[in-house]
């Protein structure tokens, strides 16, 4: 209000010097108004003027002098006007007022500037006094209330502790983050194993499968350059069988078969008597030996048992009702004589490489052996077979057939003293092929096993199959009757090389999965309850397969109960802790016994009254996969 006081009062002296000009300008002159001193006492009081100066200075502010504005305009009222000659001295008189009045002006607005900038006192109450006493200097230079600072402080712990949570939560994200970035790193990791390994697995059954072609392909070339022939590509193997003349009629399984074609100056065929079967001319093999050499041979049992055999009936039937038929005896003295026999009337036309020596029961795949034997120098002595034993002596058993190479024949024939000697020798041996390999071994020819899993001694449904033999070529089967011997021929015969999953593949029944896992069955214990495998039919023998009896059998807890034995059974099997390479398994209940073999077979067991039984398909499928070396 002070300041707009002040502004109102330069405003009037400013509009007051400018009418004291207006109404003036022609009554004073400029002597009369240097001789005017104005009055001021008469114009106001000082007692007004003291009063007015008294508050100015109390509160340094200083006033433009009313008094001496009033004068300027009231003084000319008071004069003469008749004294006023000339406007000259008013007009100066107006301008010195109105410099005063602007000087007064400009001194009113720098007063209001400085007290502006001059900050006002500060009126305190007892509250605020209070306060006061409760204010605090921060750090940063400012004061303020104790209680403010201490919420300032809760506050700002607060802020700290919402902070440090929300740092605290940060962290916590940021490892969950790292952690499940660590986890998809791991899992992709692991995929990425999981798909190298794959890969790798893959390119193992790749590469696998292509050795296996490779072989197949290999092994079957001769075929493609012998296309367009038949039978006639096997001619550079001779074959001799025997039979005898009570069972001749045998000999209509490999004469209706695989020896169908083949031409009378590559087969010979020997019996205990002259006979004819299907067209085919029959020769007695021991008359000429007996007949040679009299002296050796008669008055002996075999001549007794011959000559019982000259005078049978034409269809074998005998003379004598209830004779027992000991024909099967002379089979010693034809194993040998039938060799030299053979070897003797068809090496006269022509030049062999290999000579196969075999049972009329024998089943005999040529396409396959001729395959393998030509990897084989025949020039060289070679005596194949499959493995037997006896009095400490390996040989190849007989029934399963014997392949001796070009020069092993010519070496055990030609010589005479010695092939004598063997015939001679077979009226004291047990047997014909043991005694075929002691004379063999005497001129430096021993058995070799190279082709051990070849010659079977056995049906095709009770040949017993190992890991090892699975890509093992099929040479013969032995023990086929008349049928038997053409159902066989359907089943394997190829006109090329066959390996055993050939075979497998052809057994329709086995690859029936519902025959795996059998009740009232057994795989394996038939074998187990058969202690030899007997070459012939009635023959008590010490002559056993080099293939051992023998399989782990292990007691099954009773604590288990009595449904999980046989999966429990099925499972040791797998694991083949107790017989690597296990594949068949047979649990007994009745003695809690778990019988495992490594080996089977191609038929469907045996009936064994509360056995459970069965065969383990996924590894039979492992074993299909596996690559052949052969």
């Avoid at 092994?219 to 001799?240: H, M, N, R, S």
């Avoid at 001796?404 to 005479?416: G, I, Q, V, Y």
């Avoid at 449904?461 to 070529?473: D, G, H, M, S, T």
């Amino acid at each position: 209000m002070v300041m707009s006081r002040r502004r109102l009062i330069a405003l009037i002296a400013a509009f007051s010097v400018s009418l004291l000009v207006f109404l003036f300008t022609s009554d004073y002159t400029e002597t009369a108004y240097e001789d005017w001193q104005p009055d001021l006492s008469s114009i106001s009081g000082s007692g007004s003027s003291d009063k007015q100066a008294a508050r100015a200075a109390s509160s340094d502010v200083i006033v433009p002098s009313a008094a001496a504005v009033v004068a300027v305009v009231a003084t000319p009222l008071a004069v003469n006007p008749d004294a006023i000659q000339s406007p000259e001295p008013v007009t100066r008189a107006a301008a010195e007022a109105e410099r005063l009045a602007k000087e007064e002006l400009e001194r009113a607005r720098t007063i209001e500037q400085k007290q502006e900038t001059v900050p006002k006192p500060i009126e305190t109450t007892a509250k605020q006094e209070d306060d006061a006493s409760e204010m605090v200097k921060r750090p940063d230079g400012h004061i303020v209330k104790l209680s403010e600072e201490q919420d300032s402080e809760k506050s700002t712990a607060s802020f700290m502790d919402s902070e440090a949570a929300a740092a605290e939560e940060m962290k916590k994200e940021e490892a969950r983050r790292t952690a499940e970035a660590q986890r998809k790193e791991e899992l992709r990791k692991a995929d990425e194993a999981r798909q190298v390994e794959e890969r790798k697995k893959a390119e193992e059954a790749a590469k696998i499968e292509a050795a296996r072609v490779a072989q197949e392909q290999k092994e079957l070339a001769w075929e493609a350059a012998e296309t367009g022939k038949q039978w006639g590509k096997y001619e550079d193997i001779a074959v001799i069988i025997r039979t005898g003349f009570q069972v001749q009629k045998r000999l209509e399984g490999p004469l209706s078969t695989y020896l169908k074609d083949r031409k009378d100056n590559t087969l010979a065929i020997f019996s205990d008597r002259e006979s004819e079967v299907l067209g085919r001319k029959v020769y007695d093999t021991i008359k000429p030996f007996f007949d040679k050499n009299p002296e050796t041979y008669n008055g002996t049992n075999m001549q007794e048992i011959y000559n019982t055999i000259q005078a049978m009936n034409s269809d074998g039937s005998e003379v004598i009702p209830g004779e027992h038929n000991q024909g099967w005896k002379l089979d010693i003295m034809k194993q040998t004589m039938s060799a030299d026999m053979g070897y003797q009337m068809l090496h006269k036309n022509r030049k062999f490489k290999w000579w196969a020596i075999i049972d009329d029961d024998t089943y005999l795949h040529l396409p396959t052996i001729s395959a393998e034997l030509a990897k084989v120098n025949h020039s060289e002595a070679h005596y194949f077979g499959s493995p037997t034993w006896c009095g400490g002596t390996h040989f190849a058993h007989g029934g399963s057939g014997i392949v001796l190479s070009a020069k092993a024949m010519s070496d055990m024939f030609e010589n005479r003293t010695l092939a004598d000697r063997m015939h001679a020798n077979g009226l004291n041996t047990p047997y014909g092929d043991h005694n075929l390999a002691v004379y063999l071994k005497e001129i430096d020819i021993p058995y070799e096993n190279q082709f051990r899993h070849s010659f079977h001694g056995d049906p095709l449904e009770e040949v017993r199959f190992k890991l090892e033999q699975v890509c093992a070529p099929l040479f013969t089967l032995h023990h086929l009757q008349e049928a038997a011997m053409k159902a066989t021929h359907e089943i394997v015969f190829r006109d090329r090389l066959v390996r055993f999953w050939d075979v497998l593949d052809a057994v329709a029944d086995f690859k029936d999965m519902s025959l795996w896992y059998k009740e009232d069955h057994s795989y394996n214990l038939w074998v187990k309850d058969k202690l030899n495998l007997e070459s012939e039919v009635g023959k008590d023998s010490d002559k056993v397969p080099e293939i051992s009896e023998k399989m782990p059998v292990v007691k099954i807890d009773s604590k288990h109960e009595e449904k999980e034995r046989p999966k429990l059974c099925e499972n040791l099997c797998h694991s083949g802790e107790m017989s690597k390479g296990c594949i068949t398994w047979s649990y007994v209940p009745e003695t809690r016994d778990c019988y495992m073999a490594d080996w089977f077979m191609l038929n469907t067991g045996r009936p064994r009254k509360g056995v459970i039984s069965g065969i383990l398909a996924e590894r039979l499928s492992e074993w299909r996969r596996a690559p052949c070396y052969w």
